[in-house]
């Protein structure tokens, strides 16, 4: 794992082309380590679904009045990335008890994402759509996570030429390790297409998270971590295994951190976190 201590802020991707594999829920759960650990975080929420929004208190963000979401600043010129900016909050957005979550920032996303693909194919220098909207903003934060959605398509690209990182997370197993060579692909092409636009990440972690399918989940575990290791060597980060309180939390709107301080699942993100090269900040 390549540890880019030096540029401020990390600006992360969370991909892979299938839902399911754990994006969002590493997103919003590393986001919040991270900002436990005393970092200014911001996490994207580039995904129609809007999970990470949903994780982080906003369950309708499209609902909410007088405000914008990120599909606003991807289709009016006028608005600002700043904002669709809100605090992340644990608990549901309005409901008494909900707190704001220190240090960690949501730009929200909206259902209206699904046109985002076809907006994009009518619009110029598209693929620098993310990079130009993040430039005003980026010098506020210490770690941006950009949540994508489940696909390889327009707002993908222009979330990994954002990017310093991208970090796959897949389920472990054959065929979504095979998968990960479509990722690698694409990194590829952005960074040759795109070099002189400034793209230049690198596939920078995989992350494998133990997300319940219908098959069996000891062995097939087990090899495909392996398999990971095999391949991916020193790439591979801590895994994240299953848990209950995962799916739970997110019901709740609560990060593990607040929802399950000293559980399994929780101390898998912080694993994570350290194994990404971050660590608690003493002094600012
Ligand atoms: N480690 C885990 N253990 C159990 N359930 C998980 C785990 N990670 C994710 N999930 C659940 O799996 C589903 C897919 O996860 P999600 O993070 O939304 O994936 P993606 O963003 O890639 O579509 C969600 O319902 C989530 O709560
Ligand atoms: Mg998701």
């Not at 082309?17 to 975080?41: C, H, R």
């Not at 087990?222 to 995962?246: C, F, H, N, W």
Request: net charge negative; with cysteine; hydrophobic share 40%.
């Amino acid at each position: 794992m390549t540890v880019q201590a030096d540029l401020v802020p990390r600006i992360i991707s969370m991909t892979n082309q299938v839902g399911g594999s754990g994006k969002s829920t590493s997103a919003v759960n590393l986001g919040a380590q991270l900002a436990d650990f005393g970092y200014t975080v911001l996490v994207v929420d580039a995904d129609d679904q809007c999970d990470a929004s949903v994780a982080l208190g906003y369950e309708y963000p499209d609902d909410l009045p007088d405000q914008k979401t990120i599909y606003h600043c991807l289709t009016e010129k006028e608005t600002k990335l700043s904002e669709a900016i809100v605090p992340a909050l644990c608990g549901p957005h309005g409901e008494e008890g909900t707190k704001v979550i220190d240090n960690l920032f949501l730009v929200l996303g909206s259902g209206e994402m699904e046109n985002a693909e076809q907006h994009l194919t009518t619009t110029m220098g598209r693929e620098l759509w993310l990079k130009n909207l993040l430039e005003p903003v980026k010098g506020d934060f210490d770690v941006v996570l950009i949540d994508c959605p489940g696909s390889l398509g327009l707002v993908v690209i222009g979330a990994i030429l954002a990017s310093d990182e991208v970090i796959a997370c897949i389920k472990p197993g054959y065929k979504e390790l095979r998968g990960l060579t479509r990722i690698e692909q694409k990194i590829e092409m952005v960074k040759d297409t795109f070099g002189a636009n400034g793209a230049h990440a690198d596939l920078s972690g995989v992350l494998l998270v133990d997300v319940p399918t219908h098959r069996s989940q000891g062995a097939v575990w087990d090899d495909g971590k392996k398999m990971a290791q095999e391949t991916y060597g020193d790439l591979v980060l801590p895994a994240v295994r299953r848990s209950t309180k995962i799916p739970e939390s997110y019901a709740h709107q609560k990060v593990l951190l607040y929802f399950d301080r000293a559980g399994e699942a929780t101390s898998d993100y912080l694993a994570v976190a350290k194994g990404m090269g971050f660590k608690r900040l003493t002094k600012r």
